[in-house]
């Protein structure tokens, strides 16, 4: 059965400071990975991931997969109040398949 | 801009109604997801949809249906309502199998049933 499972749970920081955010997966026919950002309501694309090593980037968060260890990190720099929210990853297997989510890390940034 | 709507933010019915929960996306997706959010759950998948009268079932199908007459809208049912149900529904949907795999969510719906 597939598994996507993300690390922290939750986790509180203050301003400036960086995260990092996990997640590994168990998936038959890896496809992609995906991070949202869900802050009150709908869930917000942030990145997809499809090969090892490369990093992708917006402004502060930036992302890489490691696919021979099955995982993914999510990193903020300098974070601020606006960051807090829950950040979900997903993985995409081969075919139509949906996406299998991982249960979200609430990040809670304080001033 | 892709833009995915629910037909309600908020919504409070009691034990034993039936519930329609319905769903539009104006991007021609063909495939359409209903979830669940809960805390500490995550994210669950109800029910999905390929095509238009297709459905699949997901994760957590029990106590729900589906509907999918037309391309543009995905409708959960929930045939008798019960507290267990109480949750928040997000609604989801994505290109086919050829496009881009980022899929897009509705707003949500926050269903108590009391």
């Known amino acids: 059965e597939d598994k996507v499972v993300q690390s922290p749970l939750s986790l509180v920081v203050h301003e400036g400071d960086t995260v990092t955010l996990n997640c590994s997966y168990e998936v038959t026919n890896f496809r992609s990975l995906l991070w949202y950002k869900q802050e009150k309501k709908a869930p917000t694309f942030l990145f997809m991931l499809?090969?090892?090593?490369i990093e992708k980037k917006s402004g502060r968060l930036s992302s890489i997969l490691d696919k021979k260890e099955l995982f993914s990190i999510l990193n903020i720099t300098a974070t601020q109040t606006g960051d807090s929210a829950i950040y979900l990853c997903?993985?995409?297997?081969?075919?139509?398949?949906?996406?299998?989510f991982g249960k979200g890390t609430r990040l809670s940034v304080i001033a | 801009d892709v833009k995915v709507t629910q037909s309600s933010r908020y919504l409070v019915k009691r034990t034993g109604e039936k519930v329609f929960l319905e769903c539009v996306q104006d991007?021609?997706?063909?495939?359409m997801f209903w979830y669940r959010q809960d805390p500490g759950l995550g994210l669950r998948l109800i029910y999905f949809s390929y095509d238009v009268k297709m459905k699949e079932k997901g994760d957590i199908p029990e106590g729900y249906s589906v509907s999918r007459e037309k391309k543009e809208r995905f409708s959960l049912i929930l045939e008798s309502a019960s507290t267990n149900q109480t949750s928040m529904y997000l609604c989801?949907?994505?290109?086919?199998?050829?496009?881009?795999?980022?899929?897009?969510f509705g707003p949500g719906t926050r269903l108590t049933v009391t």
């Open positions: 989801a949907s994505r290109p086919g199998a050829a496009g881009t795999y980022e899929q897009y």
């Open positions: 997903a993985v995409r297997s081969s075919g139509n398949t949906p996406l299998v």
């Open positions: 499809t090969s090892s090593g």
């Open positions: 991007m021609d997706h063909e495939n």
